[in-house]
């Protein structure tokens, strides 16, 4: 792949709170159970940030970053695409609703392609422009969804009634969105679930199949993003590739931690209602199947502390008060370790954490000032 240009940061004024905890139990295993996981998920991990690490700082991202992608089996994917170059394919621009929207395809692995939609401000000219990648969680036509391709009347309503079209947002604000199907998520790219055998679940008939040849479906996800980064460095008309910000909700939260962790061209993060602890201090899992990573836990680290690969570049992170997928007490501790490890940077305002007051979806008003100002948008 094409070595990019790393993105630029920029400070912000925005800092670390912890506001009111919602409520929700993940204790509710039998006493063996939880001594069971207690042994389990008790192990030191082994490679968790620690002022002490031989070398500093980044030699310790550097150790990180290459077990990360070796646990996600990103190399392995590497290896099993050798010699394939993503290729894409645009059909003609639509003026929709104030702005233009366009449908591509690339083909990042032989036979893999992944739909996409590029929305453009109207009167951009010849400026070039920062760009949003827009990655959707567990719906099957959530990127759709977020560019704000509609069913029905009543599809629209109820999106922008819970501010569901972050595409649509990010174009408002003057930047190029970029909002691919999510493999494994999006029904125009999943694995069949032949017999119900997964629960009739794809993501999990990806992730089975994936685990099975060395893979992950997270390294998967990671992998077409970045093949969409690469392209958008290189060939996307307009696009400044030094402004690059990435958003997410649930699913879509999880990959920007991971996207943003591994690509420093990912200039600002925003994973919202998914960035916490694997589980919770009895062992309760917190995300779904499909973002699982063998050994990640005592091979690598907690996911805060794989959200601080991200550092020295923005992280916004948020989580709702009525969102009864996450716990406030895991919660709260992975944003303490957050706030501790960009404070040992003196970074303190490039991570921004708030509780907000409704449930499991996007929350804009936290998070578009923010991407503005670290977009270099007026």
Same mark, same amino acid.
């Given at each position: 792949?094409?070595?990019?240009?790393?993105?630029?940061?920029?400070?912000?004024?925005?800092?670390?709170?912890?506001?009111?905890?919602?409520?929700?139990?993940?204790?509710?295993?039998?006493?063996?159970?939880?001594?069971?996981?207690?042994?389990?998920?008790?192990?030191?991990?082994?490679?968790?940030?620690?002022?002490?690490?031989?070398?500093?700082?980044?030699?310790?991202?550097?150790?990180?970053?290459?077990?990360?992608?070796?646990?996600?089996?990103?190399?392995?994917?590497?290896?099993?695409?050798? =010699?394939?170059?993503?290729?894409?394919?645009?059909?003609?621009?639509?003026?929709?609703? =104030?702005?233009?929207?366009?449908?591509?395809?690339?083909?990042?692995?032989?036979?893999?392609?992944?739909?996409?939609?590029?929305?453009?401000?109207?009167?951009?000219?010849?400026?070039?422009?920062?760009?949003?990648?827009?990655?959707?969680?567990?719906?099957?036509?959530?990127?759709?969804?977020?560019?704000?391709?509609?069913?029905?009347?009543?599809?629209?309503?109820?999106?922008?009634?819970?501010?569901?079209?972050?595409?649509?947002?990010?174009?408002?604000?003057?930047?190029?969105?970029?909002?691919?199907?999510?493999?494994?998520?999006?029904?125009?790219?999943?694995?069949?679930?032949?017999?119900?055998?997964?629960?009739?679940?794809?993501?999990?008939?990806?992730?089975?199949?994936?685990?099975?040849?060395?893979?992950?479906?997270?390294?998967?996800?990671?992998?077409?993003?970045?093949?969409?980064?690469?392209?958008?460095?290189?060939?996307?008309?307009?696009?400044?590739?030094?402004?690059?910000?990435?958003?997410?909700?649930?699913? =879509?939260?999880?990959?920007?931690?991971?996207?943003?962790?591994?690509?420093?061209?990912?200039?600002?993060?925003?994973?919202?209602?998914?960035?916490?602890?694997?589980?919770?201090?009895?062992?309760?899992?917190?995300?779904?199947?499909?973002?699982?990573?063998?050994?990640?836990?005592?091979?690598?680290?907690?996911?805060?502390?794989?959200?601080?690969?991200?550092?020295?570049?923005?992280?916004?992170?948020?989580?709702?008060?009525?969102?009864?997928?996450?716990?406030?007490?895991?919660?709260?501790?992975?944003?303490?370790?957050?706030?501790?490890?960009?404070?040992?940077?003196?970074?303190?305002?490039?991570?921004?954490?708030?509780?907000?007051?409704? =449930?499991?979806?996007?929350?804009?008003?936290?998070?578009?000032?923010?991407?503005?100002?670290?977009?270099?948008?007026?």
């Amino acid at each position: 792949m094409r070595i990019l240009l790393v993105a630029a940061m920029v400070l912000t004024s925005f800092g670390f709170a912890i506001g009111e905890q919602p409520t929700g139990r993940f204790d509710g295993y039998s006493d063996q159970e939880r001594a069971y996981l207690k042994r389990l998920n008790g192990q030191p991990a082994a490679l968790a940030y620690t002022p002490e690490y031989p070398g500093g700082f980044e030699a310790w991202q550097a150790a990180a970053r290459a077990k990360l992608k070796d646990l996600i089996g990103f190399n392995r994917i590497a290896a099993h695409a050798a =010699g394939h170059l993503p290729t894409v394919q645009l059909e003609r621009e639509t003026l929709v609703d =104030g702005h233009w929207r366009q449908l591509g395809r690339i083909e990042t692995e032989p036979g893999i392609t992944i739909p996409f939609w590029i929305l453009r401000p109207m009167a951009a000219g010849n400026q070039k422009l920062p760009v949003v990648m827009c990655a959707h969680g567990h719906d099957a036509d959530g990127w759709n969804t977020y560019a704000g391709v509609y069913k029905d009347k009543e599809h629209q309503t109820a999106t922008e009634k819970k501010q569901g079209n972050p595409g649509v947002q990010a174009v408002r604000q003057g930047c190029i969105a970029i909002v691919p199907a999510t493999r494994g998520l999006a029904k125009s790219n999943s694995i069949s679930d032949l017999n119900g055998r997964h629960g009739n679940r794809a993501c999990r008939a990806q992730l089975m199949h994936c685990l099975l040849a060395g893979r992950t479906a997270i390294g998967e996800r990671v992998w077409d993003t970045t093949c969409l980064l690469d392209w958008i460095a290189s060939d996307l008309v307009g696009a400044d590739a030094k402004r690059i910000g990435m958003l997410g909700n649930s699913g =879509g939260g999880v990959l920007t931690v991971y996207v943003a962790a591994l690509d420093k061209r990912i200039a600002v993060a925003h994973p919202s209602c998914s960035l916490t602890s694997y589980t919770s201090e009895s062992g309760y899992i917190f995300h779904c199947d499909c973002c699982m990573i063998p050994g990640v836990q005592a091979e690598l680290a907690d996911m805060p502390d794989i959200a601080a690969l991200t550092i020295p570049r923005q992280l916004v992170v948020v989580h709702g008060q009525r969102d009864s997928l996450h716990s406030a007490t895991a919660v709260n501790e992975s944003m303490k370790r957050l706030a501790f490890i960009y404070s040992q940077r003196n970074l303190d305002d490039r991570f921004l954490f708030r509780w907000q007051p409704e =449930g499991h979806r996007f929350y804009p008003s936290v998070y578009w000032p923010v991407m503005k100002r670290a977009l270099l948008l007026n």
